[in-house]
């Protein structure tokens, strides 16, 4: 089974769920609940999102394999979320995170987008230390990973729980 934290407009429920994985979220806004569940239901997918926070987990412990993330805010390295992440998932569960990207396409968007991400100052800064500090402190095994595909650079943040 795997929790999404943070399914917004449930996009990665259908990923998961097309993929054949029992998959359940929560997420804090009344408005991406809507959306989802709406998405959901038009692919007649069963909804098994929660409103909800994630410092706050409505399940028992060890019910999770995985638990994602896709570009979180900073509630992630909060020790309550990271705490109640550990309870939820399984020995030896994974937590997996989106934690940045940069489009690095040629098409003239993906050029558009890059261009804007360095305008804004919001291109983002990796350093892997930090980022993988909190994971660490909260009893994690973390690592950094970098991904390149043909239209952009992704950063992940690996994480298991130690047993």
Known sequence: MVL???YGPGHL?????????????IDASRE???LARHNLLRERYPSRLIIGYAQFLAFPDGTFDQIVATFPTRYIVEPDTLSEV???LKPDGDLVILAGGLPTGKKACQRLSA?????SGQRPQIDEASLLEPFINAGFEAECVTKETLESKL???LAQKKL
């Open 115 to 119: 261009w804007l991400f360095r305008l």
């Open 86 to 88: 550990g309870r939820v």
């Open 4 to 6: 999404e934290l943070g």
């Open 13 to 25: 429920q259908k990923l998961l769920r097309d993929a054949g994985k029992l998959a359940f979220g």
């Open 155 to 157: 950063w992940f943040i």
């Open 32 to 34: 991406m609940s809507r």
